[in-house]
């Protein structure tokens, strides 16, 4: 049975996930966790509560979603990627789909995953990166890093403002020890 479940190859992995039943997930039961990060690889899990949509009355559902991903060239790869689903729990049942406002905003679609090279697209200030999003990415990198803002905000602007690039090239010139120790003083 596991092996007829089993799909390989870019073709076969879109065909399948393409005649997966249309979904509706709640975004209030979401949960990403990032187990490994490094430049090298990445291994995160999805987790959250979802509902088939169609005419009949289907019974909520647990998805758990896992993935390692790897870069190639300038962008990322899915090199492996297991999905299981399961009953919701009696718990999960009780609290999913709550807000009305916030189920009725997301966009009904099926899942799809390309296992593909997706290359990595540089947010460059003046093409759709406003200052709000360059503080965010500049508060959120100085999180990861631990560097203060200044750093950070240094390391994404000669960077192109690409935030998987910062943190990249972050990562190599620390194993270098090529950052400076004031880079951490907050």
């Known amino acids: 049975k596991r092996k007829r479940l089993l799909r390989r190859g870019k073709a076969n992995i879109l065909a399948y996930l393409t005649s997966l039943p249309r979904t509706q997930h709640d975004p209030a039961t979401l949960t990403v966790d990032c187990s490994i990060f490094s430049p090298s690889i990445i291994m995160m899990t999805v987790t959250g509560v979802f509902r088939e949509v169609g005419d009949r009355k289907y019974p909520l559902r ?20 297991l999905l299981h689903i399961t009953p919701a729990t009696s718990d999960q049942v009780k609290g999913a789909f709550k807000t009305v406002e916030a189920v009725a905003a997301i966009p009904q679609v099926a899942p799809v995953v390309s296992p593909v090279v997706v290359p990595a697209q540089p947010v460059v200030p003046g093409m759709g990166a406003d200052i709000a999003t360059q503080q965010q ?10 560097m203060n803002l200044n750093w950070s905000e240094r390391c994404l ?24 120790a004031d880079a951490f003083i907050k």
């Open 62 to 81: 647990s998805f758990h979603r896992s993935f390692v991903i790897v870069p190639v060239g300038s962008g990322f790869c899915i090199i492996n990627e």
């Open 137 to 146: 990415m500049v508060t959120t990198l100085a999180t990861q890093s631990g």
């Open 157 to 180: 602007s000669q960077n192109g403002w690409d935030f998987n690039r910062a943190v990249f090239v972050f990562s190599e010139l620390q194993k270098e020890g090529k950052i400076p």
